[in-house]
């Protein structure tokens, strides 16, 4: 039976505008961050961020993409973990068909081995995505660290955040969009 309209948290939608198919039209932009989106859906599938309710790790990355602006930043900031978390690889991000700034962010967003963390701020400061996409996850990574238990881990950890923005900040201030 089709829903009521009328009901309440029931939206009328027409489609009668959208042809044969039912499929939209959408920009190479949205596109692309439909499929980052799908694409970070599935290589999280399973994992848990380290919160205190051990969250479904998808919820991570989806509050960067949402605090960020921008088709091409959401898609970075979608995917900013798969290459450092999961088995998914730059070839195939390419593969998606991702565009290539998009994937450029993703690369400096991630941390490799045997990296210091301060070198990697600084390969992140270099990309103006990632340095967009970095902050809003530094942001909703102390906002988390900050509900944990007091350890010494935990107080080091928020240290190095707020060292980590303040750095993207000034990068923010001094480099061209």
Not at 45 to 59: M, T
Not at 116 to 144: G, M, P, W
């Amino acid at each position: 039976m089709p829903a009521n309209p009328s009901e309440p948290g029931v939206i009328a939608f027409d489609a009668s505008g959208l042809g044969d198919h039912g499929v939209v039209n959408l920009d190479a932009d949205a596109e692309a961050l439909e499929v980052a989106v799908e694409l970070a859906c599935r290589a999280h599938r399973g994992q848990r961020y380290p919160s205190p309710e051990a969250e479904p790790y998808i919820l991570h990355p989806l509050r960067v993409m949402v605090a960020v602006d921008g088709f091409r930043a959401q898609a970075a900031a979608v995917l900013h973990d798969v290459l450092e978390d999961t088995e998914v690889t730059v070839e195939e991000l390419r593969a998606a068909g991702l565009p290539i700034d998009v994937v450029d962010a993703v690369v400096a967003l991630t941390h490799r081995p045997g990296q210091s963390y301060e070198r990697y701020i600084e390969q992140v400061a270099c990309d103006a995505i990632a340095r967009e996409v970095k902050l809003a996850d530094l942001a909703d990574n102390l906002a988390n660290n900050r509900r944990l238990p007091n350890t010494t881990d935990v107080v080091a950890r928020i240290e190095r955040y707020e060292r980590a923005i303040r750095r993207l900040r000034a990068a923010s201030e001094t480099s061209p969009s």
